[in-house]
């Protein structure tokens, strides 16, 4: 029999003492807005009438979506946090030996529970998850990158570890195909977060799976999408109004917006550049498309009009791209990098709103300290990513101005 003891007060009250972030979480769970806003996505892109958490701790997920009028419930193996329930349909439970009738939800999700399951009775788990389930299941836990070198998956790996719970340390891919022996598939989309963490893990660090596609996933798709516009539109329309009123302070950051009223080819010349250009550069690119998809381009100038270019698609809702001075073709002359005073971005397009934020860093390029260059472009789509991408977004990000945008906004906030 499993030992669940460690999931004491201290777990939730104390987390410096169990190597958890919690800190007096009966009352912080209650003041965050992240709680809240699971139960709303949940809603909104799902709207599922019946639904179990795994691991719900105190249950706030649980009472903000009985709120919502949606019968949850929610199990978790910590005495403390049951016998502190917000909600009565909160009870203790593992989730290997679940007191519920087969089918009986149409989702089921965790948020950061599913990593805490021991290996004695991980797959059982899972056999019950695929028992209890009849739609869709989301799932938001830590995840292992891919592609690190072994002496940086120990450094994570450990990292992990602060927590001695942390029993189910895989990759996103991993842990889709765990799933799938038991008959379920991946649905190509995610659902974002505003007030997500720095790190945005639980946005990057998840995954929707349906039975056999046994449900209509193309509502789903749909529905994150839309969120997902939603919820970048309000973060960049906040960048780009901020950006006029320290644009001083972060002076390598350009925002834009392209308005299609008929098919037609538009461009716009940022100049002068207020960050010079390197052959280091990395260049990444925010990109909000009311729209269809399309191809658009990014092209710079030196100041002896030589022309270098890149090509990239962009797909309806939020895209973000990342890529280097090695991925531009050459077009006329021979570009000096070190000579770039201006660039052109645009495209063709039909009935579209192209609203985009060029960030200019050359600290990201020299903080993968792994690689010279990046020698292929990585595209972050609404509905597609995968833990490498995540990984580099991670690297790239180490001290990107955006992320410090953020902070000084405060639209991202970390969890409490």
Known sequence: MVNYDYFDKDYYQAGYKKGTVYNNYIEESRKSHIYREIANNIYEVFQPKKVLEI?????????????????AHGIDVS??????????NVVLASCDKMPYKDKEFDLVFSCHALEHIPDDVFLPSIAELDRVCSGYQFHMLP???DGLNETDNKAVFKNFKIDPTHFQLHTLAE??????DYGWSPVNTFISFENDNLLSELTLSQFIINHHNNVNEQQIIERSIKLNKNKFRGRFDTVKKSLLEIGQIYHNSHAHRLEYNEKTWKDIIIAPLMHAITSESVFKLYALLDGDDCVMRLSLL???????????????????????????????????ANRINRLFIGGEAEKSVFDFYVDIDDKALKSTQKRESIT???LYLSHS???????????????SRWIKLGKRLGFMKSIK
């Open 143 to 145: 995840t292992m990158p």
């Open 376 to 378: 292929e472009p990585e």
């Open 79 to 88: 005495k403390f946090a049951t016998e502190n329930a917000e909600h009565e």
């Open 55 to 71: 691991g719900c701790a105190t249950g706030i997920i649980v009472k903000y979506l009985n709120e919502l009028g949606i019968e």
């Open 175 to 180: 842990w889709i195909n765990i799933f799938r």
């Open 302 to 336: 030196d100041d002896k009009d030589s022309i270098a270019e890149y090509i990239f698609s962009l797909k309806s809702g939020a895209n973000f791209l990342i890529f280097s001075f090695n991925n531009f073709r050459h077009l006329r002359g021979n570009l000096d």
């Open 385 to 399: 990513i995968t833990m490498s991408q995540y990984n580099m977004l991670l690297h790239a990000f180490k001290n």
